[in-house]
């Protein structure tokens, strides 16, 4: 593998943002952004993209959580852990700016707790089970470079709260791609039995890419990463598929998501309108 690693040219331009994740951070990214919907903005368009942004960013965040106790080292527990509080974070801030524009006035918890699983909108992706770690680099790789070039559009929206959430999240998700792309590389040019676990979890994302250019055009720039990467793991990159209708996008989803929705969901629903 060369000296100049894949990852060091993904974080170009981010240098500043190239080794931390934001979830701890105390800025508040909406400070001084009016909430005041603009003229000219469909507030039915931009509720039905906050609300599916947010159930990706929200599902993504409770399957990181699940690698707790359970990474290959204590160090990855922790990053991912904050990969997760990343996700979670942008979850809130969508979901509060849907509840803003849909006119319903539902605060972030209607929306993470109290729905049922084909009341969400995620891609379907987000919500398969871990598997080994190989296949959950795979795919953190593909939705952090899908994600993230969905975020660097937006952080021109019209909307001015939907551009500063896009722009505060381009900064997290350059490095969840960065720390991807590291473990993609490191088992695809590792041992021949990490080489061929991360061969297979690649070819179970690939497939998945259909819904993601469905549900957003940013396919060209996830191929472009994926090329990259594969190329420095010395992975083959199977067939993309063109871009399919998500059944994500539609609620339908796997047979996964309702047990995942029940762990995350079981304390809220079983305590409605506590506090503590």
Known sequence: MSDD???????????????????????????????????????AELAELCLALADDALVSAQRLGEWT???????????LANIGLDLLGQARLLYARCGQVDGTGRGEDAYA???????????????????????????????????????????GSA???LAAIAAKGVKELTYHRQYAAEWVVRL????????RRMQAGLDQVVPCLAELSAAHD??????????????AAGLSLADVPAAAAGA?????????LAPLLAELQSVARAHPEATW
């Open 159 to 161: 909307d001015p709260v």
């Open 188 to 195: 695809g040019d590792g041992t021949e039995e990490s080489h």
């Open 69 to 79: 106790t359970r990474a290959p080292e204590l160090e990855e527990e922790v990053a």
């Open 5 to 43: 690693h894949v990852y060091m040219s993904l974080a170009e331009g981010h240098e500043d943002n190239a080794r931390w994740a934001y979830g701890t951070g105390f800025e508040d990214p909406l400070h001084g952004v009016s909430t005041a919907v603009p003229d000219g903005v469909d507030r």
């Open 248 to 256: 994500g996008r539609r609620g339908e989803h796997t047979e996964h």
């Open 218 to 231: 940013a396919g060209e720039a996830v191929l472009a990463v994926l090329a990259q990467v594969t190329e």
């Open 113 to 155: 707790y109290f729905r049922d699983a084909d009341d969400f909108r995620n891609v379907t992706l987000a919500e398969l089970p871990n598997g080994d770690f190989a296949f959950s680099m795979a795919r953190l790789l593909v939705l952090a470079s899908w994600r993230l070039a969905h975020f660097e559009l937006l952080a």
